[in-house]
């Protein structure tokens, strides 16, 4: 069974950062795409940031770029998406999907709170 773990949400200031894991068990990365969406209260899910497993690529949304980055440890089977300089509009559950040819998988979400 695949599963992603998604954790290291929190409540922090505007201005801090934070940083979230997604763990990937019953499945490797090979050939995947490995994604970090969020959702605001009120507001449909958004994909903000996206890795390529093979080749490292990554693309990121116009409201986090220069400020979140993600990365991945292929030996570990885990995603990371650092976040800083937070920023209340980036409150939200921020999910991890990844999409390869066995199918399309997403966490549990973890919520992140920034106050002003």
């Known amino acids: 069974e695949v599963q992603l773990q998604a954790s290291g949400g929190g409540l922090v200031q505007a201005g801090g950062s934070l940083r979230l894991s997604c763990a990937v068990s019953?499945?490797?990365?090979?050939?995947?795409?490995i994604a970090w969406f969020r959702q605001a209260p009120g507001k449909e899910r958004e994909g903000i940031a996206c890795?390529?497993?093979?080749?490292?690529?990554?693309v990121y949304s116009d409201s986090v770029k220069g400020r979140f980055t993600i990365a991945s440890d292929n030996a570990k089977n885990t995603v990371y998406l650092q976040m800083n300089s937070l920023k209340p509009d980036d409150t939200g559950v921020y999910y991890c999907?990844?999409?390869?040819?066995?199918?399309?998988?997403w966490g549990q979400g973890t919520l992140v709170t920034v106050s002003s």
């Open positions: 999907n990844l999409a390869s040819r066995a199918g399309d998988y």
């Open positions: 019953g499945l490797t990365f090979g050939n995947s795409a």
């Open positions: 890795i390529v497993s093979d080749n490292d690529d990554t």
